[in-house]
């Protein structure tokens, strides 16, 4: 099946291949002008006597959902400017009493809008995006890679005003030029895009025309003339804060650290200089990060770590520059998601758990205090762009407490966290050249934490490339890593899970345990075709990481020792014809080798996405994976034959304009030979009762029926024995959301989110052949006389002989995991750029050894259970100096 698909991609690409694109529409020209002493009044009226020195500017064009096709309304702004700031007037004609003004906190994009780009580089790469809200909400992007990527933690200080009348509404803005960045030639020409969202229609209508079959957004845009005179300003902005905080918990007897409350404050300082017109330093001393939600609960049986998103401001503000995955493709992938910076790394859980007597109590820091950090980013006038990021986190130690009094163990040494990234402009952008480097040093005098690596360094190069005006695009990348420190360290580094040395089949990697430095090396290779002038699309690539490849100090990777290859094709309908707003149907095929170059899984998959005319969309995939081979299944054992399987899933929603609004779906995921069944169903519905108010209910409950769970690795005598389960799981979550916001600046938001995971093994099983031609003949299920169970150890004894002699046991893995975490947060930016949180979080959590599932009574022991709670008071305050 998958040399068939293989087949049709080269078809594909034959027959597109000297296909010719047209080019964009020339760019639009703004002539804009200079005020002096009469800058308008930020009222949204637009009757100041300054907007009379310019010109309107209009004949808008739908971007979405008819490309080209006339808005349902016309627009037209105006543009001045002055040493300080720029000034954007826009009449939005519309009928005022179908014109939508919904509230939202910040970035929250509610109803009609109107939104400017200014590519004040003009690399044709780069945007600085500035939303306003008829309801007055403001919203703020950074755009980078030509628009494929919207940074919406970028949150600069500027104003916006709204009015409405009988023709519709209008609105100002007030830009500070300290919010750009710009060069200090004495002309100036700046990219620009208008855009306005028409929320009852879901319409988007822009100033600059741009086909949505070419690629890139920010290369497209239109331009500003008559900007004169402008110097950059070296802006030094700081927020100090401070916080207060109080804490409620269970009490434990005897536990000093668990004495039912706490209390205590702090301060520190968020900051930013513009070191040059081009450069800029952000920096934090002793942030926190207390109205931040908590991760999503989940039980993770798997041998590989969780991948978490960011959601700390410092860390995603311009997280754009020192982003470089390993291997992205179209296709996703578990290779997909490897990068050589993943941000929380940094103030990470402390490494090392005190090894705990009777009667001694721990209490271990939550997680690594950063000490500080900075970020220096910035895009020169010659192209070329730079970001360096510098953080130390501090010696973290637990206080012990036992008959021997009371001491202090360092659980995480002081360490610092460096990454440096640039990338040149070649080509007026259509050729970048990139470089990436990124380094750990930790200052390890404690003998127990000799485990952690002392130092780890990587770093990589990139190549992006556009062909054949701009139809096609090259992509390349090439990585190196390197790790010091003790054999122990090297050691865990050898057996971890992604890349399991030890396995005892594994002939084309050295396992040496003495070794004190260990290497290795990466890199992927793409080539897309962008659908320019077409509606045919397809990307292809290749990627590898050798063995000794290791970058989870400071970066993501779950699994080294693999080779990659995938291919996608799309065809796409992207304006509107019969039923349908836009319709598209892709497939996808992945191949993967070990670099012993065995062969591991072949996959491919089909699917469709679309939306009707009535803005209802849905979408439908199905993957079938062939029989496999697995290096990791038996964690460190041989590798494993496993059967394949077959999934299936499905998505519909309805309008997204509409007050109420559904969406559900469904996946299946069903293996060979009754190997795994999971099946998972959810829906999500959002109601806004009025224009101030958002509630929204998201339930899931997966159920997953897997025959060969692993267990646990034991042995016997000189033995391995590899033990697996017949496993039972059900879990449900929710997640529930409410948002109100008072004013734009005013908003109470409540996050709450009840999980549930029981999992219930029996059948178990030890594997004897893992590469056995048949699925029956690779296990040996334990027959009644080999297996006893006791209950007071809660564990199993196994019996191989049945000879009365307990050959090795292990513990019962049947779990019960209850969850529940909630936050209460109240946002007031009193002045532009100063904000006031009052915070209620709370947690519950238990964990029960029975396996059964009684969602009732679980939700109702959950929330028996003494919750941890959390006040938090965080003022802080922004100044310009």
Known sequence: MYRLL?????????????????????????????????????????DDAAWRRVDWSGDFVQHTPDNGAPPAAQSKFKLLYDDEALYFGFRLHDDPTLARSMLARRDGFPGDWVEVNIDSYHDKRTAFSFTLSLSGARGDEFVSNDGNQWDGSWDPVWEGATHTDEEGWSAEMRIPLSQLRFDDAEEQVWGLQVQRRIYRQEERSTWQPIPRDIPGWVSNFGEIHGLRGLRPSRRVEIMPYTVARAESFEKIAGDPYRDGSSADADFGMDGKIGLSSDLTLDFTINPDFGQIEADPSQVNLTAFETYFSERRPFFIEGADILRLPLAPAITGGHFTRDQLFYSRRIGKQPAYAPDLADN????????TSILGAAKLTGKT?????????????????????????????????TTNYFVGRAMQDFRGGNTVVGAMMTAVNRDIADPHLEFLRRSAYAGGLDLQHYLHDRDYRVEARIFGSHLRGTAEAIDMVQTSSARYFQRPDNDHTDYDPTRTTLGGSAGSLLLTRTGNDSDLMFQTGAAFRSPGFEINDIGYMRRADEINQSTWVGYTKRNPFSIFNRWQLNGNQWLNWDWGGNFLSAAVNMNSSWEFKNRWGGYWGVSRTFDQTSNTELRGGPSMKLPGDTEASFNLWTDNSKDVRLSLGAWVYKGDESYVDVWNAWFSLLVRPSNALRVRINPSFTRRICDMQYVDTTSRGDEDRYLFGHLDQRTFSLTFRVDYCVTPELSIQYYGSPFVSSGRYGDFKRVTDPRAAAYADRFHAFGGSELAYDPGDAAYAVDEN???TTDYAFDDPDFNFRDFNSNLVVRWEYRPGSTLFLVWSQSRSAFLSDGDFDLRGDLDGLFGVQPHDVFLVKFNRWFSL
Not at 360 to 367: L, S
Request: charged letters at 25%.
């Open 802 to 804: 049945a000879d009365g």
């Open 360 to 367: 001694e109590y721990a209490q271990v820091p939550e997680n």
């Open 6 to 46: 293989l087949c049709v991609i080269l078809i594909g690409v034959a027959s597109q291949a000297l296909a010719r694109s047209e080019n964009a529409p020339p760019p639009r020209i703004y002539k804009t002008a200079r005020v002096d002493g009469d800058r308008p009044v930020l009222d949204g009226r637009l």
């Open 381 to 413: 006038a010659g192209g070329l762009s730079i970001g360096i990021l510098e953080s130390v986190t501090a010696l973290e130690k637990a206080d012990v407490t036992g008959p021997g009094g009371e001491t202090k163990t360092a659980v995480e040494p």
